[in-house]
């Protein structure tokens, strides 16, 4: 059993909490909701001798319209976005998407940027010290080899958000915070498509907020397998939006691959819609079998781009 003691920290302001963390930058965390952070430290995946929890950052909770964009607070828990007036109205594709995450409980605390940075999943990860040491410490978890394609090394674990899917198809930015200033990059840009490191973003930066444009016109269709209707990760998740003025189809889809899988095209053939599938990397290491969550990628984009009026 690994020592779980940590100093708990509050800053009150963004530059308190890069201050703190670059102050503890050999082993720190920011603590949003906890929901995905606290279940790794409780199975001894996380053990940060630091918390900064971020609760008391002034604006980090708000939603706004502004220069035709809809700002999004790091913050704003899932449960207020899935609820929000002008979310509702501007894109409910963002609202259906929260909606779909974990519980209701769970989505009272969880936090929009928290939920862009949930680690990755994998069978043989997310388990107990006591399980993965029984079995061989897996790449994601200090071992050589991935268990889940029987020794390849590279790391295979699943990227699950439910929000970054649906804000991609919606062309959403996301901005951060580090000592040097504030930047934004597309949301496609923070993911690196590897399992082991999965995030392009600085040591230390502070996710602050998301920008989404609004664009009227845009169709839109969300779709997540898992075996219950709440409380379960997915095991595929298509977001897709149409602009039907210009015919071009933005596909995004999580729960296949070590990134989110992003498709942008006017192609809307049969040969384009089976290709989809075949670009995710997907091994067995989800509740469903590989073969059949390959098979439910074509269902769900068919069905999708019946309901959007793409065919
Ligand atoms: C039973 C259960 C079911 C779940 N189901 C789903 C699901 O269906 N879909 C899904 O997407 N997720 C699911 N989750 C995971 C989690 O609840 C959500 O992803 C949630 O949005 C995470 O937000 P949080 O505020 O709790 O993040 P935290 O747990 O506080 O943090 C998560 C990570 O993000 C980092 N972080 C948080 N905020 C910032 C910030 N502003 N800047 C920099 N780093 C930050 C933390 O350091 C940590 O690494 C589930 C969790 C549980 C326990």
Redo the contacts with the bound molecule.
């Keep these: 059993m690994k020592n779980m003691n940590a100093t708990y920290l509050v800053p009150a302001s963004v530059p308190e909490a890069l201050a703190a963390a670059d102050a503890n930058r050999e082993s720190f ?12 430290r409780q199975q001894e995946n ?1 053990t ?1 001798t630091c918390l ?1 929890d ?1 609760s008391a ?1 002034p604006g ?1 909770d708000k939603i706004e319209v502004k220069n035709g964009k809809i700002l999004i607070g ?2 704003v ?2 449960h207020e976005l899935a609820n929000a007036e002008t979310v509702l109205r501007h894109y409910p594709l963002l609202a259906e998407a929260a909606q ?4 209701p409980v ?2 009272k ?11 990755n999943r994998c069978s043989f990860f997310n388990q107990s010290e006591f399980w993965r040491e029984a079995i061989g410490l897996c790449l994601k978890c200090g071992g050589d080899v991935c268990i889940a394609t029987g020794g390849k090394k590279a790391c295979y674990s699943v990227f ?5 899917p649906a804000l991609i198809c919606l062309g959403a930015k996301v901005q ?1 915070a580090v000592a040097d200033g504030m930047f934004d990059m597309p949301l496609e840009a923070l993911y690196t498509g590897v399992g082991l490191n999965p995030l392009h ?1 600085p040591a230390g ?4 907020q998301v920008e989404v444009p609004v664009k009227n016109g845009v169709r839109t269709w969300f779709q ?1 397998l ?1 075996p219950r209707k709440s ?4 095991n595929l ?1 298509l977001a897709l939006s149409f602009e039907p003025d210009n015919g071009r189809l933005k596909v995004a889809l ?1 729960g296949v691959d070590m990134g989110p899988v992003v498709f942008e095209t006017g192609d809307l053939s049969d040969a384009f819609v089976k290709s989809v599938g075949k670009k995710c990397r997907m091994v067995e290491n989800l509740f469903y079998p590989r073969a059949y969550r390959k098979k439910m990628v074509e269902v769900y984009l068919r069905q999708g781009l019946k309901a959007v009026g793409g065919r």
């Design positions: 965390a920011y603590l949003a909701g906890g929901t995905d952070l606290m279940v790794h996380n940060a900064i971020l950052l980090f790091a913050g828990t899932l779909s995450i974990a519980s769970i989505r605390s969880a936090t929009v940027g928290g939920n862009l940075l949930v680690e699950v958000s439910d929000l970054v951060y973003l930066a502070l996710i602050t997540k898992r409380v379960d990760f997915t998740t999580s």
